[in-house]
């Protein structure tokens, strides 16, 4: 499979039930969050026929406070483990739309975006530790892990926070709001 440096749009076809997200690929929500989420992209197979991503949207807790936007994707078994700078691409999807929506007409989906960096760090998934990479951007704040198997879950803020926060699987549909009708 080929990576392109542009970022895939995702495109749902049709009503998209929760539960057939979660028939697909694991959703991670926030550890201690206040109320349900909300499902956001959901970008599918060229046959359509299963999920590949899924973008689950999380409202701040308290004012003054980031929401956050957690991020599924499926890898593909012959790429596993991706290349670090494909993980890396994925966490600066985040950025790049951010610049765009902000009016950067110039801006470039980057593995290295402009003015930004890059960290190390851990996050928990499920109760489990794992490395993280954290992208730190004037636009964008991200943090993405790679979670066996097969997984990388980016999880995005618009302002930076100050570690990476502890995600747990979403277990029922109810812990999640479909999309939108139309979306």
Request: charged letters at 25%; one cysteine or more.
């Amino acid at each position: 499979m080929e990576f392109s440096d542009v970022p895939r749009q995702p495109s749902t076809p049709g009503p998209i039930s929760v539960e057939r997200v979660m028939a697909d690929l694991p959703l991670f929500a926030p550890v201690g969050r206040a109320g349900s989420g909300r499902l956001g992209d959901v970008g599918f197979t060229p046959l359509q026929d299963h999920v590949l991503e899924c973008t689950a949207h999380y409202s701040a807790a308290e004012a003054g406070e980031s929401g956050l936007e957690v991020t599924t994707r499926r890898w593909p078994d012959m790429d596993w483990p991706p290349l670090r700078d494909h993980v890396r691409r994925f966490g600066a999807e985040h950025d790049f739309l951010q610049r765009r929506a902000e009016g950067d007409t110039d801006a470039e989906p980057r593995v290295h975006p402009l003015g930004a960096s890059w960290s190390r760090a851990r996050i928990g998934i499920d109760g489990a530790p794992y490395e993280c990479d954290v992208l730190h951007s004037p636009y964008a704040w991200a943090a993405v892990a790679m979670v066996e198997p097969h997984y990388v879950v980016r999880v995005a803020a618009l302002r930076a926070l100050d570690a990476p926060p502890s995600l747990e699987r979403v277990r029922h549909a109810g812990e999640i709001a479909p999309l939108p009708r139309g979306g």
